[in-house]
C-alpha cells in the first residue's frame, strides 16, 4: 500500500532532483544533452536513472524554466532561461553559444503587422564556424596550399 507518507518522501525526492537538474544547467554554458546531466549527477546519486532526467527535464520546460534546442544536432539540448537570448551554433565542432544582443522587439511587431498574429517572443539561431574551428580551417587550407598533408 502506498501511504501520503511515500507519496510525500517521492515528490520530495522529485523535487530534490529536478532542483540539482536545473542547478546543473543554471551553472554550465555549454547547453549539455540529457545524457550529458545524467552521467554528470549520476556520479553523486548513484540511484538516478536516465528516465528520471528526461521526465524532470519535460517538466522544467513546461514550468518555463528551461529552452528544449532542438538545432538539427539530432539530440536535444537544454538551457536554463533566466532572460530570452539568442544562439550560435558551430557546423563543425556544434558547440552552442549564447549570443549577448538584446532581442529584437522590433521583429515581433514586424511580424504582427503582416500576419495579424499575436506574437509573443522569437528565437533566433546563428549557424557558422566558432574561433577555433574558424582557426583550425585556415590552417588546414595553409597546409594543402603548402603541400602538408
Ligand atoms: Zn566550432
Ligand atoms: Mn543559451
Known amino acids: ?7 510525500d518522501k517521492d515528490s520530495y525526492r522529485n523535487t ?3 532542483q540539482k537538474i536545473l542547478d546543473v544547467l543554471v551553472n554550465s554554458k555549454s547547453h549539455p544533452t540529457a545524457d550529458w546531466i545524467y552521467r554528470k549527477l549520476k556520479k553523486k546519486f548513484r540511484n538516478l536513472s536516465l528516465g528520471t532526467v528526461y521526465r524532470n527535464l519535460r517538466i522544467l520546460k513546461e514550468k518555463g524554466q528551461i529552452w528544449e534546442l532542438n538545432l538539427g544536432t539530432g539530440f536535444s539540448r537544454f538551457d536554463a532561461v533566466s532572460h530570452s537570448h539568442y544562439h550560435f551554433i558551430c557546423s563543425s565542432c556544434q558547440n552552442i553559444y549564447d549570443i549577448k544582443i538584446p532581442p529584437m522587439k522590433e521583429l515581433d511587431d514586424r511580424v504582427m503587422q503582416i500576419t495579424g498574429f499575436r506574437i509573443l517572443s522569437h528565437r533566433l539561431v546563428f549557424f557558422g564556424l ?4 574558424k582557426l583550425k580551417k585556415k590552417k588546414n587550407n595553409r597546409n594543402i596550399r603548402n603541400n602538408k598533408v
Do not use: G, P, S
Request: include cysteine; proline fraction near 0%; aromatic fraction near 0%.
Open 130 to 133: 566558432c574561433d577555433l574551428c
Open 16 to 18: 530534490k532532483q529536478r
Open 1 to 7: 500500500m502506498i501511504t501520503n507518507k511515500d507519496k
